[in-house]
């Protein structure tokens, strides 16, 4: 989870309140720290030592000051991890790092740096399934980059038209606010959505003391309102052929609920919040369908300002997700947009909550 540097007040205020490692359970946060002299001396007294991995340049390994002020990191309990090609194994013993992180769109690190280190190891940049398979074979663990959205393609590229054109019926009866009879039908017809959804209302999360059965009883328990957001979001949970989910899932939470986040904080009253939420789910859904976005918005007949975000980034809502899909805006566009760094901040905590959640019980 990254800010602007100049939100590092931001920052320290919500870690010492414990909120971000609330949302993140039970994740560890990632803190990159390009000159380790310079970290904002509150931020790390309000970390969470066993919960917090402090990322460093490889390149500073070799200062004897910087290896003084890891020793001092380690023995207080954070783990530390070396970013960039000069990072190997004697590297990361002089700095007490545990790991690597490294860039994977360049040249891989060779097994003989990484073998030697506990992990886990990261690697980012990685934009297809090719070059996640070429670092899994490295040993790596943790990945961030465009390959879940590049296998997204793939598969819909793959698909014979039938799933897209059941998806795109049902995303429609959800646009207009069918009821319960009309949804049934598309659900009955996809086993897959099926199955998630009712594996989602009978989990823990939910809380239901009975087993819920079937569709008229999770509309009824969930409320029209949840069901579709519930639904936008499983749309996205078909399972690969290997038997995974579709890591597009995550993505698809975390944008929606930080539009609907980013919405709320802004004064916006529940319809508003729900436009927003729909269009941080549908902005990914010319990945997941494989279709030029203006044929899936012709489709749906949505609401104008979902339609103009969509299309064209334009309006309140389509300069929000402009900043969503960025991940970590610049100042300038927090600027340009309105949204100042404690806002950004605080719509990413339910954002990442949320998918954390999901990804738990579907």
């Known amino acids: 989870m990254h800010l602007p540097q100049e939100s590092g007040g931001v920052l320290a205020s919500v870690l010492e309140a414990g909120e971000a490692y609330a949302a993140l359970a039970p994740l560890d946060l990632i803190i990159p720290l390009h000159d380790p002299f310079s970290v904002d001396a509150a931020t790390l007294a309000a970390c969470v030592p066993q919960r917090t991995i402090l990322r460093l340049p490889a390149s500073l390994a070799n200062d004897k000051p ?17 970013d960039g090609a000069h990072g190997n194994a004697v590297t990361a013993a002089l700095a007490e790092a545990q790991a ?3 860039d994977a769109g360049g040249a891989l690190p060779d097994l003989h740096q990484l073998l030697p280190l506990p992990g886990p190891h990261m690697a980012y940049n990685v934009d297809d399934m090719l070059r996640l398979a070429a670092v899994q074979e ?18 819909s590229e793959a698909d014979d038209g039938s799933t897209r054109r059941r998806l795109l019926a049902l995303l429609g009866l959800l646009a207009r606010d069918a009821d319960v009879q009309e949804l049934e039908v598309p659900l009955k017809q996809d086993p897959v959505l099926a199955y998630h959804l009712l594996k989602l209302v009978n989990s823990a999360a939910f809380g239901f003391t009975a087993p819920i059965t079937s569709f008229s009883q ?10 579709q957001r519930w639904l936008q979001l499983l749309l996205y949970a078909r399972q690969h052929d290997d ?15 930080q539009m609907e986040a980013l919405c709320q904080l802004r004064g916006s009253g529940r319809d508003a919040q729900d436009q927003a939420f729909m269009t941080g789910v549908f902005s990914l859904l010319d990945v997941l369908l494989g279709m030029p976005m203006p044929e899936i918005v012709a489709a749906l007949n949505l609401a104008p300002a979902v ?18 899909e960025t991940m970590v805006p610049s100042q300038a566009g927090l600027d340009s947009a309105g949204i100042d760094a404690e806002t950004w901040w605080r719509s990413l905590l339910p954002a990442y909550q949320w998918a954390v959640q999901l990804s738990r019980n579907v």
């Open 66 to 82: 910087i290896q003084k002020k890891c020793a001092q990191w380690a023995e207080a309990g954070y783990r530390i991890v070396l």
């Open 100 to 102: 690597l992180t490294f």
């Open 138 to 155: 490295l040993g790596v663990s943790w990945f961030a980059g465009d390959f879940a959205r590049s296998h997204a393609r793939a598969q």
């Open 218 to 227: 999770a509309i009824a328990l969930l409320g029209r309102r949840q069901l």
């Open 243 to 257: 038997g995974k989910l579709n890591a597009l899932l995550p993505l698809a939470a975390v944008r929606a609920a």
């Open 307 to 324: 339609s103009a975000a969509l299309l064209e980034r334009r309006g309140e809502l389509g300069t929000a997700l402009a900043l969503v």
